[in-house]
């Protein structure tokens, strides 16, 4: 009886360390109470949201976390953009009614209704525990859900997660506020041999196949990686030195420092970024000014 009373308290010991390894993916002090980070200001959006590889149609390894894609349509390419003045659909699915969010990534429509050619978002992951996002519409929102572990694969190329939103007549939503939960679990149908929760390195790209643009006002992403995303180091002065995969970056240009754990300058630059990726694994020092910053190239 005894042994199985400490079997019991094992499994609780294990069960507790599994569910504290949950990470958020960006900076508690931008998210709300529920862990969500909302493109309603200037500075999140700046902090967090940029372009893709535009020349290849990739994600961009050295970019934001959050990349906009725009739609693939000859001869303008309509832009993905973001905007924290963007008012979507309330609840009733008119723009600007009760309920209604304020603050989006637009992403551009697809050439006509269920053409994959339409703008997205892609998003940069260490790891993926679960991946939420609060869109909005006044109409129909026909998606398609992507995903790829090669950070060098095309967006056209990428494993289509689910499709089956991708259809006039079973949209996502019909108009109105939507919170899309559990994103991490689809699969496409082929009972969870290849899905978006994994403990490495992921890319997720939702796509807009609707012929209407599409708002995406929030995402909740967490993960198993400790340090989640992007850590911030909380200096004096205006300059904060930012590290994510494996890249350095800062608020505006200055003098870059790398010193390895012998104290020897191992690589140096003028710039907002840095990457490290080229190092060998392991624990270096950041400086910049008077300020510096440890991590930890994995």
Known sequence: MRKIFTLMLLAMACTMNIQAQEYNLFDPADL??????????????????????????????????????YADILPDYPATYADSWWVGSG?????GTDGALTGAIVISAASGMMSTNGGGVAVMMPSCKTFSLCLSKDGRAMVRMLASKDIGTSFTDYYVISAAYASMFKPLFRSGVYTWTGIENLDNGNDGAWNMQTDEPIYAYLQNVNNAELWLHGIKVTTTTEPAGIEEESVAGKDKIFFFNNTVSLNEEAQIEVYNVAGVMVES????KLSLNDMNKGVYFVKVGNNVRKVAVK
Do not use: R, S
């Open 32 to 69: 709300d109470a529920d862990g969500w980070l909302w493109f309603d200001t200037d500075e999140k959006i700046e902090k967090y949201v940029g372009l893709c590889n535009e020349e290849d149609y990739k994600i961009d390894p050295n970019g934001k976390l959050i990349q906009m894609v």
């Open 91 to 95: 609840t009733d699915g008119e723009v």
């Open 269 to 272: 630059a003028f710039a907002t």
